[in-house]
């Protein structure tokens, strides 16, 4: 099974909106997303990525079951990590000035999931992603970055590009498809 992690910032709501909402009901791999976002209270984002999105919304939750289908977003103060079929939140030290941060959803999705995992990378005006992605590149995975030039805040797609050659660099609206076409069985 693939997996599916989505690191965004700065202008990373409305990316993820146009993403989310490109892709169908039944989408056959399980997203995490990492959206920057204030360390307390509740901001209603997974309310707001609801709106727009065909599956189902939620807040990851330690030792959850993945699932796929589903969106999960990580939690406002939590790093959001994989332990095996399950997520694990953690309080560590924010990592880029960030917690939750992109880089520790990708590095554990590239330990857990390895050649299986695509890590996405949207708007934001931090370097967290690069590390991340390098990893799951390292790991055989694929990364999708969506074109600077097109994003709010292109500093953080930027980074991910001056440390790697990315599978595909795509306007948002053009994500959604590129996504269904990597997790999509081949056709018998």
């Known amino acids: 099974m693939r997996f599916v992690a989505i690191g965004a910032s700065l202008g990373g709501l409305r990316a993820l909106a146009t993403l989310l909402g490109g ?24 309310a707001e990525l609801q709106r727009s999105c065909a599956m ?13 289908g589903r969106v999960y977003v990580a939690p406002a103060g939590y790093h959001l990590l994989l332990d095996d079929d399950a997520f694990s939140l953690s309080v560590d030290e924010p990592v880029n000035h960030a917690r939750p941060s992109v880089d520790v959803l990708f590095e ?22 690069a590390s991340g992605a390098n990893a799951v590149r390292r790991a055989g ?48």
């Open 23 to 46: 892709l169908p009901a039944r989408f056959p791999a399980p997203i995490a997303v990492v959206q920057h976002r204030a360390q307390t209270g509740t901001d209603g984002l997974t």
């Open 141 to 188: 995975g694929v990364v999708l970055v969506q074109d600077p030039t097109t994003a709010e805040a292109r500093v953080m797609p930027a980074a991910v590009l001056a440390v790697l050659e990315a599978d595909a660099v795509l306007t948002v609206e053009r994500m959604a498809e590129h996504l269904l076409a990597l997790v999509r069985p081949p056709a018998a």
């Open 108 to 129: 554990s999705a590239a330990q857990v999931h390895g050649a299986s995992t695509i890590a996405v990378v949207l708007s934001g005006a931090s370097r967290d992603g």
């Open 56 to 68: 189902p919304v939620t807040e990851a939750e330690d030792k959850q079951i993945v699932e796929e």
